[in-house]
T-cell receptor, first 115, second 112 residues
């Protein structure tokens, strides 16, 4: 079946621009996660949704970062007024059940480069 | 603060060798530990471990968890060039933040 998909795969933004990154989770998966992965590092948690409810946004680095999942399926991560330090790969993951009891399936990521 | 440390950070071996990758963790209310393989794209799931001392196997890959000493190992036998990747270890808690805490990863290179 279809896995997690993300778009765009690559995004180049000028410093100060707003960007929107999309994630389509696996159908039926209730949990959705966003991670940020800097070059040479492991992914770092940004935020977590259970259906449409954002239950944890403790990893969002600043108030320029905003995520939503209004109908409990597709999610969008928005970054306002991008900065160079926002350059990273943004990974989306979904899981069928409550976190911790089922594995998370990752999308291919969006590589964001801020110039 | 939750912490996951992987070693070595980088490893280069010849095809056919056996490798052992290490993951140690410090996390309160541990629930599970997961291993992922990351090539140039999405991390792909390998194993999820919740109980100590029970080995999980998939082909040439195997993994085991020690909850007393707070570590896990991932073994790959008879390595192939297709095993070249970054291997990520992550842990999950029972309560609180519903997230995976990842280690830095081990970059494994298999030379022919």
């Amino acid at each position: 079946g279809a896995g997690v998909s993300q778009s765009p795969r690559y995004k180049v933004a000028k410093r100060g621009q707003d960007v929107a990154l999309r994630c389509d989770p696996i159908s039926g998966h209730v949990s959705l996660f966003w991670y940020q992965q800097a070059l040479g590092q492991g992914p770092e948690f940004l935020t977590y949704f259970q259906n449409e409810a954002q239950l944890d946004k403790s990893g969002l680095p600043s108030d320029r970062f905003f995520a939503e999942r209004p109908e409990g399926s597709v999610s969008t991560l928005k970054i306002q007024r991008t900065q160079q330090e926002d350059s990273a790969v943004y990974l989306c993951a979904s899981s069928l059940a409550e976190p911790g009891w089922s594995e998370q399936y990752f999308g291919p990521g969006t590589r964001l480069t801020v110039t | 603060e939750d912490k996951v440390v992987q070693s070595p950070l980088s490893l280069v071996v010849h095809e056919g060798d056996t490798v052992t990758l290490n993951c140690s963790y410090e996390v309160t209310n541990f629930r599970s530990l997961l291993w992922y393989k990351q090539e140039k794209k999405a991390p792909t799931f390998l194993f999820m471990l919740t109980s100590s001392g029970i080995e999980k196997k998939s082909g040439r890959l195997s993994s085991i968890l020690d909850k007393k000493e707070l570590f896990s190992i991932l073994n790959i036998t008879a390595t192939q060039t297709g095993d070249s990747a970054v291997y990520l270890c992550a842990v999950h808690r029972i309560q609180g933040a519903q997230k995976l805490v990842f280690g830095q990863g081990t970059r494994l290179t298999i030379n022919p």
